[in-house]
Every structure is written in C-alpha cells, then in structure tokens.
Nanobody
C-alpha cells in the first residue's frame, strides 16, 4: 500500500488543522493506521493509531486534542488536531501496519509502509 499524507501548514496557537492520509493499493480499513511526528531536533514519536477494528490508541500529548477517523469511501484516514500549540510543530507522518498490538502503536518497526510526511508549524 502507498500512503500520501497532506494537509499540513501554518496555524496559530490554539488553532486547528486536519491532516489526511490517503491510501492506494489497499483499503485503509484493512490496516492499522498510525500517525507519527518528528519535531526539529527530536526523534520521531507516535501520536495515535486507529486499528483495523476501529479502536484508537493515543499518546498523552494527543489525548483530548487530537482525534483520528477513517473514511472508507475515500480510502483516507484523518487526523484532526485542535488546540494546537507551538510544541506540536513537527513533520507528521502516517504509516500502516498489517499486524499491531495496541500497546505497540507507537513503535515504528511494526509499521510496514510510510507516507512522505507533511509539515505542521504552529506559530503566531
């Protein structure tokens, strides 16, 4: 499967942004889709994951602010980010895992395919 992440941009603190991860070559509902991010000078970290059964795993930084959803008709997974803060500035990546235990949603090596990343900048 090939993944295309999009929707990044510049947003003011407190604002919202929706990222998209569109898949080709496979249906998103077959895969566990995770979102990762890499801030400048930091390691990439897992943000949240929507598994093939429809359950979501969240990093603490995402709880209460970020949600993930899936549109099977568009073969796209969305990351809705609200109340964005400067520390959310990063390149955001979506990734697909064929088999994934929820406890390992943020472990990169379990993901088989990666999108190219979309940059999010939170700044006034």
């Amino acid at each position: 499967v090939q993944l295309q992440a999009s929707g990044g941009g510049l947003v003011q603190p407190g604002g919202s942004l929706r990222l998209s991860c569109t898949a080709s070559g496979g249906s998103v509902n077959w895969w566990n889709i995770g979102w990762f991010r890499q801030a400048p000078g930091k390691e990439r970290e897992g943000v949240l994951c929507l598994n093939s059964a429809g359950s979501t795993s969240y990093a603490d930084s995402a709880k209460g602010r970020f949600t993930i959803s899936r549109d099977n008709a568009k073969n796209t997974v969305y990351l809705q980010m609200n109340s964005l803060q400067p520390e959310d500035t990063a390149v955001y990546y979506c990734a697909a895992a064929s088999f994934l235990h929820d406890d390992y949603y943020n472990v990169e090596r379990y993901y088989n395919f990666w999108g190219q990343g979309t940059e999010v900048t939170v700044s006034s």
